[in-house]
């Protein structure tokens, strides 16, 4: 086991557990089956529409985590009369957003933010807002929400639900969602103090210090007048009160042993992947309610020119584009008004063009090893996509490059996207540029595309 001393429980005999806060689950009208089924089908729904962060060091890693957590026996579900019974088949994946949160599903599916791991101090805090989630599911909060919320006809639905039928697909039909911004999914302060305590004790037998998931939430709170990416976190989970000292309280009352801050010694390499990595080049095909009905930008591309100074290069771009993003950000996006769709609480890019660095996993940037692994990368994200011509050799800045050519749903109208990658090996990592646009516009502005290429310095 790697990492540091934090904290010895001290005041608890080696019996505490039957001092223990006894928790017991809400009323419920759904089984741990429907639980199951709901979770999985609200999951791929979500999967569809959000920025899934496709990267298998990070996936490992959550999940190394996750499983020193369900070892625990308050990771089993809690039955009525306070026994623990069966372990949810739990998931966990990240999700490319700068905006601090994370949730859980009915039945074991858990979504944590990019933002939640960059803004926690240490593994601790990380596997808390973990344990938090797995609480939530394993003491049922959203499907008890779900079950006050319509007496009437949800009982004739359950008990008619047919199997290999969708339940997500007839709970929607009378107004139940478990969407990603779901009401189901903001918790009351009772579910929160009950998900705290739960919580605390998982951390407790992974050997993570409890008070760790109460110092993350402090800090939030701390932060949250100045933040405006805090604020669904911090309505989605309120803060019970006292959330430190009850917390610390629960902690007097389990066995005495040793915390760590990192368990696994590799919190902070995660950290700083994270910190590099690109924002997964969209799913597109999926425009949520829209259904792909959003027309093409009419607007031609400008024959003046703007500069934009990245980081480290620079290039032109037509003057009646508009910059989303920074310097300071990994990602830039240039783009016509309309180029940009908001669409299921994720940024579509159909129409323009994506800039940033490509992680090479801390190696110097190799650019065919790169480039191949930045397209096995994209198409992990689109699983619609598919490679299309040859990739051939060009030069940007009298620098070797590659262009390759993809190919996947457009979100203009059910349009077939066009997605021109070029790639440059540079000391910063992989620089690419992703040039989007749907077939029926590619011709016509392809040579806009051409000219920002030309238009690139290194520096």
Not at 48 to 55: E, L, S
Request: aromatic share 8%; net charge negative.
């Amino acid at each position: 086991m790697v990492g540091t001393v934090l904290a010895v429980a001290l005041l608890g005999p080696a019996t505490g557990w039957a001092q223990l806060k006894e928790l017991r689950p809400g009323w419920n009208l759904f089984s741990a089956e429907q639980d199951v089924q709901l979770g999985k089908e609200a999951a791929a729904e979500i999967e569809r529409q959000a920025p899934v962060v496709h990267n298998r060091e990070l996936d490992d890693y959550l999940n190394v985590i996750l499983r020193k957590l369900e070892q625990s026996r308050y990771a089993r579900t809690l039955e009525r009369d306070g026994r623990r019974a069966e372990l949810y088949p739990f998931t966990i994946q990240a999700v490319y957003d700068k905006n601090i949160n994370a949730f859980s599903l009915p039945g074991g599916p858990i979504f944590v933010n990019t933002a939640v791991i960059q803004a926690a101090e240490n593994e601790a805090q990380l596997a808390g807002v973990m344990a938090h989630e797995m609480s939530h599911v394993v003491l049922r909060h959203s499907t008890n929400q779900a079950s006050k919320r319509n007496l009437i006809a949800l009982p004739a639905l359950l008990a008619g639900a047919l199997a290999g039928n969708s339940l997500l697909g007839q709970l929607t039909q009378i107004g139940i969602s478990f969407g990603a911004n779901s009401a189901l999914l903001k918790f009351s302060r009772t579910d929160e103090a009950e998900a705290d305590y739960n919580g605390a004790e998982i951390m407790a037998d992974a050997g993570y210090n409890p008070l760790e998931m109460a110092r993350f939430f402090e800090i939030l709170e701390g932060k949250s007048g100045r933040q405006g990416s805090l604020v669904q976190f911090l309505s989605d989970h309120p803060n019970p009160g006292n959330r430190a000292e009850a917390i610390n309280d629960e902690i007097r009352r389990l066995p005495r042993r040793a915390y760590v801050e990192d368990e696994t010694g590799q919190f902070s390499h995660v950290q700083e992947l994270v910190r590099h990595l690109g924002a997964p080049v969209h799913a597109r095909g999926n425009t949520g309610e829209d259904g792909g009905s959003a027309a093409v930008p009419a607007e031609r591309p400008s024959g003046r020119v703007r500069s934009y100074a990245g980081r480290s290069y620079s290039l032109e771009f037509p003057d009646n584009w508009q910059i989303q993003g920074s310097r300071q950000e990994n990602v830039v996006t240039l783009a016509p008004r309309g180029g940009v769709l908001e669409s299921g609480g994720q940024t579509l890019v159909g129409y323009g063009l994506e800039v940033s660095y490509h992680d090479t996993q801390g190696r110097p940037a190799d650019l065919e090893r790169d480039t191949r692994d930045l397209v096995q990368h994209i198409r992990e994200s689109n699983a619609d996509m598919h490679v299309g011509r040859e990739a051939r050799r060009i030069e940007v800045d009298r620098k070797p490059a590659i262009l390759s050519t993809l190919y996947s749903q457009s979100p203009y109208r059910g349009e077939q996207e066009v997605d021109v990658l070029v790639t440059v090996a540079r000391p910063q990592g992989l620089f690419y540029m992703v040039f989007v646009a749907p077939q029926s516009r590619f011709d016509s502005v392809q040579a806009t595309f051409e000219e920002i290429v030309r238009s690139v310095r290194f520096q």
